[in-house]
Structure formats: structure tokens, C-alpha cells
């Protein structure tokens, strides 16, 4: 299968964004002092399940990223 251009940019710039986005949310959870993260300095649910939906995008973003600089690559062979 072969992506054009826009959407190899595009699956690209998804990637980065997903890295960008949750690597501020995880700074945000961890500086967390409203009491949802940490009861009294240990971690709750709220923080595990956060940290989990963190973990997971970062895979899934790295995953279409990587799909998207394939993309890429591939189409700057072929030209």
C-alpha cells in the first residue's frame, strides 16, 4: 500500500503531537496537588489509569508516526 505525500505528513505530525500532548499531560499528573493523583504521596487509580492511557498513546503514536516517516521515505525513493 502506498500513503501520498499529505498523508505521510500528516500520520507524521500525529505522532509528534501525541508525544507532545501526553508528555505534558504526565509532567501535569505527576505535579498533581489536588488530590486526585496522590492520597497523602501515594498513587491512586486516577493516577494509574491516567498513566496507563499515557503509556498507550505513546505506543499508538509512535506507531503512526513511524507509519507516516515510512511513508515518506518510501515516496522519496521512488521520485
Not at 505522532?15 to 505534558?24: D, R
Not at 505535579?31 to 493523583?37: E, I, Q, R, V
Amino acid at each position: 500500500m502506498k500513503l501520498s505525500r499529505p498523508v505521510s505528513w500528516f500520520l507524521l505530525a500525529f505522532g509528534v503531537w501525541s508525544w507532545v500532548i501526553w508528555i505534558t499531560f504526565v509532567k501535569n499528573l505527576v505535579k498533581d496537588s489536588s488530590g486526585l493523583a496522590f492520597d497523602d504521596g501515594h498513587p491512586t487509580a486516577y493516577f494509574w489509569v491516567h498513566l496507563l492511557l499515557a503509556v498507550v498513546s505513546f505506543v499508538w503514536g509512535t506507531a503512526i508516526g513511524a507509519i507516516g516517516l515510512r511513508g515518506l521515505r518510501a515516496l522519496r525513493r521512488t521520485s
